[in-house]
């Protein structure tokens, strides 16, 4: 197929995602527009720039979060019931060009208590002290150019080690009291 005929496939999809009056076309298509002009980016600049290929081609940053911090990260769309768009996430690993986050949730006053999978970490913004989730189970590596740098970065009151306990306990089964895998 074509570019022009998947184009006018995608229009038919769209019309009938948009007519079940189930899901938001709006912010989908604006998440694709998104990623396509980060792709442009990429590919029309960056490359011309570099004058290299794209595995030589590294998006940088000009700050970049810590290990223990929170960034906001547009994490993109995946299918139903994933998590989406951009997340504040927890930085567990930086990779140069990549990071292993773990994204996180608001809690709210209705909000349900944390799953097996879920942690309630304290957060300082600025001055303010907040609660968020981190969602384990949506743990991912994300390329640095995901990193949203209009928002700062937050400083994550809970501990490191009660964070990294917490992970091994539900990733690796491990507890405190058996062998580390170092």
Not at 70 to 85: S, T, V, W
Request: charge should be negative; proline fraction near 3%.
């Amino acid at each position: 197929m074509s570019v022009e005929e998947n184009i006018d496939e995608m229009k038919k999809s769209l019309k009938n995602l948009e007519e079940s009056d189930c899901y938001d076309v709006g912010k989908y298509t604006y998440s694709l527009l998104h990623q396509t002009r980060q792709l442009e980016y990429f590919y029309c600049q960056l490359l011309e720039q570099e004058e290299a290929t794209p595995d030589q081609t590294f998006y940088h940053v000009s700050k970049r979060p810590e290990v223990h911090q929170m960034a906001y990260f547009n994490i993109g769309r995946g299918f139903p019931k994933e998590i989406m768009d951009a997340h504040w996430c927890y930085v567990l690993k930086d990779f140069g060009s990549k990071m292993l986050v773990i994204p996180c949730t608001s809690i709210k006053e209705d909000s349900p208590e944390a799953s097996f999978y879920e942690l309630d970490i304290d957060v300082r913004i600025r001055r303010y002290y907040i609660k968020s989730r981190m969602q384990l189970s949506y743990m991912r590596c994300v390329d640095i150019q995901r990193l949203d740098l209009r928002k700062r970065f937050c400083n994550v009151v809970t501990s490191r080690e009660e964070i990294e306990r917490f992970i091994k306990e539900n990733v690796f089964g491990e507890d405190e009291n058996e062998k580390s895998l170092e």
